[in-house]
C-alpha cells in the first residue's frame, strides 16, 4: 500500500489525484507543518522536510512531479501518462515539469512572505517579482490551451495535474484574476474531475 505523506492543499495533492485518476489503493497521512522536522516517519520519506513524500514498500520519495512519473512508470500504462513515441509526449514532458519548475516553484517566495514574513514584509521585492514572473510564464500554458483542450493535446494528463495545482496556488495567493481567462476556465474544467474532487476532500482516506 502506498502511503502520502501530506495532504490538500499542499503539493500532496498532485500525489493524491494523480493515485485517485490511475485508481490505485493508498493512504494518506497527514504531516503537522509547524512540526514536521520532528516527524520521524515523514522525514525518512521527504529529508528536506517538503511535503509531499511517498512510502511504497521499500521505496522512499519526495518532489511531487517525480512521484507522479514514479507512480505512472511503475503502476501505469495508463492514458494520462502518454508513452515515449506517442506525438503529444515531448507537450506533455514539458508542461508537466513547468507545472512545478516554472510555475509553483517561484511561488514559495510569495507564499512565505505571505504567511511567514513580518507585516511589512509581506509584499517584498522577491515575492512581488516571483507573481509577475508567474503571471508572464503562464502565457505560454494559455496559448497552449489555444491550441488543444489540455496542455499536451485532446486529452486530460498528468500534466494538468501538475499545471492545475499550481493555478490553484495562484487562485491562493490571490493574483489569479490578472492571468488569462483561459486559465480560470481550464482550472475549473480540471476541478471538475471526480479525482480531483476525492483528493481534494481535507480528511481523506482510502
Ligand atoms: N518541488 C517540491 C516542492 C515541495 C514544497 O515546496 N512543498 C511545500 C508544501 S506545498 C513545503 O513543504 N514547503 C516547506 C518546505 O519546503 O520545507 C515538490 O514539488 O514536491
Do not use: H
Given at each position: ?5 501530506g ?14 485518476e ?8 497527514p504531516?503537522?507543518?509547524?512540526n514536521?522536522h ?31 512519473e ?16 506517442d ?10 515539469h513547468?507545472g512545478?519548475?516554472g ?14 514574513a ?20 503562464s502565457?505560454?500554458?494559455?496559448d497552449q ?12 494528463t ?25 486559465l ?23
Open positions: 500500500m502506498i502511503t502520502v505523506y495532504a490538500p492543499p499542499t503539493r500532496a495533492l498532485r500525489v493524491l489525484w494523480m493515485l485517485e490511475m485508481g490505485l489503493p493508498y493512504q494518506a497521512r504531516v503537522d507543518f509547524a514536521r520532528q516527524d520521524a516517519e515523514f522525514m525518512a520519506a521527504s529529508p528536506t522536510g517538503a511535503i509531499p513524500g511517498i512510502k511504497d514498500g521499500d521505496v522512499a520519495m519526495m518532489e511531487s512531479v517525480a512521484i507522479m514514479y507512480l505512472g512508470a511503475r503502476y501505469g500504462p495508463t492514458p494520462i501518462v502518454p508513452e515515449p513515441r506525438a503529444d509526449f515531448p507537450l506533455y514532458q514539458q508542461f508537466l513547468f512545478e519548475a510555475l509553483a516553484a517561484p511561488l514559495n517566495v510569495a507564499l512565505g512572505s505571505r504567511f511567514f513580518p507585516e511589512a514584509e509581506k509584499s517584498n521585492w522577491g515575492a512581488t517579482f516571483a507573481v509577475q514572473m508567474v503571471t508572464r510564464r502565457k505560454a500554458l494559455a490551451l489555444d491550441r488543444s483542450a489540455y496542455a499536451a493535446g485532446e486529452r486530460f498528468a500534466a494538468d495535474i501538475s499545471c492545475g495545482y499550481a493555478l490553484g496556488l495562484a487562485e491562493a495567493l490571490g493574483f489569479a484574476d490578472d492571468l488569462d481567462p483561459a480560470g476556465d481550464y482550472l475549473a474544467r480540471l476541478r471538475e474531475r471526480p479525482a480531483f474532487q476525492k483528493a481534494s476532500q481535507p480528511n481523506i482516506a482510502a
